[in-house]
């Protein structure tokens, strides 16, 4: 299983970046795909997250700003990032979700927002 993360690099605050995951290895279509990220010195957390059915649901702190989508025929989920903050620093990691115990990470992307 590989989640190829991209995307990432340096923005001014106010900003847009898109950030894409492909995946190879697995069924993706029935895989629930998140992003999460990890700022220094903090926790991962999530960022946003699209089921296999197609829902999102968003951390509190990107609602509004950032879009989760997925194509199916390219095994890809994208993050589009808009009014980008600083507190948006951190690595990006594509997560592939089946179950509690079949569960993917992909190798991170590092998004730095400056001010």
């Known amino acids: 299983v590989q989640l190829q993360a991209s995307g990432g690099g340096l923005v001014q605050a106010g900003g847009s970046l898109r950030l894409s995951c492909a995946a190879s290895?697995?069924?993706?279509?029935?895989?629930?795909m998140g992003w999460y990220r990890q700022g220094s010195g903090k926790t991962r957390e999530l960022a946003a997250i699209v089921t296999s059915g197609g829902s999102t649901n968003y951390a509190d702190s990107a609602k509004g700003r950032f879009t989760i989508s997925r194509d199916n025929a390219k095994n890809t989920v994208y993050l589009q990032m808009n009014s980008l903050k600083p507190e948006d620093t951190a690595v990006y990691y594509c997560?592939?979700?089946?179950?509690?115990?079949?569960?993917?990470w992909g190798q991170g992307t590092q998004v730095t927002v400056s001010s």
């Open positions: 997560n592939a979700r089946r179950s509690l115990t079949v569960n993917f």
């Open positions: 290895g697995i069924a993706f279509r029935l895989y629930d």
